[in-house]
């Protein structure tokens, strides 16, 4: 583990700073991946629109979206979307539901006020808020089974700290960030507003270790920011001999990650269903 920070970050300058942390930048056709995600998250919501916008909060994004598979009682695989918790929505990640109901379990997408709007500190409380709701009313939407709580990039950190929820059984946090510091010294930080109580609560390598299954995966091809908060957390997280593997996924950036948990043989997803065995 080398610490809160990498190296090379006290002699770095602003943009190189920022540039650690860069996902859109450092892969040159991510506008292209996005904007074929939203499409085709887009065409699988409108087909399976029978349990859509149901609302755990005030707001609009304050929202489930539940895709329930043919057995109530199966596994229920939870995504908490990324954006650096400024961006994106949960409806422009539904498309991520095929190889979970493929396999027979369920898929459920939460949403979250974002920042500026929102504190990291109030996005938390409703990601836990959301688990809340999806425990207590999940049955009614054909959804009783297993929680499994995972979640992509900002999603990432969040699953790392859903872990906890009393209502979820194991964890899978992809391409997260689990070290704060570094984000606030670069440009996110100008919506995020870190404070110090923050940082020192919301890392989740700085909080007691969850001693249930979590894996952590990373693209091999991601930023080695990217890279180096997966492999400290995972480091942090075995040296109190919490269960769940280090999954580098070969030839993966930030975005094409994705792909091995929408395709039923995907790494991603068989590793989710070995969480649970």
């Known amino acids: 583990m080398t610490g ?34 939203n499409a085709a998250a887009a065409s699988f919501r ?7 916008d149901l609302a755990f909060g005030e707001t609009e994004r304050e929202a489930w979206d539940l895709y329930p598979g ?8 939870v995504f908490i979307h990324g954006g650096y918790w400024q961006r994106n929505r949960r409806q422009d990640f539904a498309h991520l539901a095929e190889g979970a109901l493929a ?6 997408c939460n949403g979250y006020t974002l920042a500026p709007e929102a504190s990291l500190t109030r996005i938390a409380w409703q990601v836990h808020a ?3 709701w999806l425990s207590a009313h999940g049955p009614a939407h054909g959804i009783a089974g297993p929680l499994l709580a995972s979640g992509w990039s900002a999603g990432g950190h969040l699953a790392a700290l859903a872990l906890e929820h ?10 997260g960030i689990f070290e704060l510091a570094p984000i606030r010294e670069t440009n996110l930080n100008t919506a995020l507003k870190l404070t110090d109580t923050e940082v020192e609560t919301l890392s989740p390598i700085r909080r007691p270790v969850t001693h249930k299954p979590l894996a952590v995966a990373y693209g091999s091809t991601e930023l080695p920011e990217l890279r180096r908060q997966s492999r400290d957390f995972h480091a942090t997280r075995a040296q109190a001999h919490a269960p769940g593997p280090l999954i580098p996924v070969p030839g993966a950036d930030h975005f094409r990650i994705l792909d091995t948990l929408r395709l ?9 269903a070995g969480l649970l065995d």
Not at 24 to 35: G, M
Not at 265 to 270: A, D, E, I, K, Q
Request: aromatic share 8%; with cysteine; glycine share 6%.
């Open 46 to 52: 409108a087909a399976h629109a029978g349990h859509l």
């Open 4 to 37: 809160p920070f990498p190296a090379f970050w006290a002699a770095a300058n602003q943009p190189e700073r920022d540039d650690a942390y860069d996902n859109t930048k450092a892969v040159a056709d991510s506008a292209t991946l996005i904007a074929e995600r």
């Open 103 to 108: 396999m027979g379990w369920s898929f459920a």
């Open 130 to 132: 959301a688990l809340d």
């Open 70 to 77: 043919r057995d109530p009682q199966a596994p229920c695989l």
């Open 264 to 272: 039923p043989s995907g790494t991603l997803l068989r590793a989710a």
């Open 166 to 175: 009393p209502a979820v059984t194991a964890g899978l946090a992809i391409s």
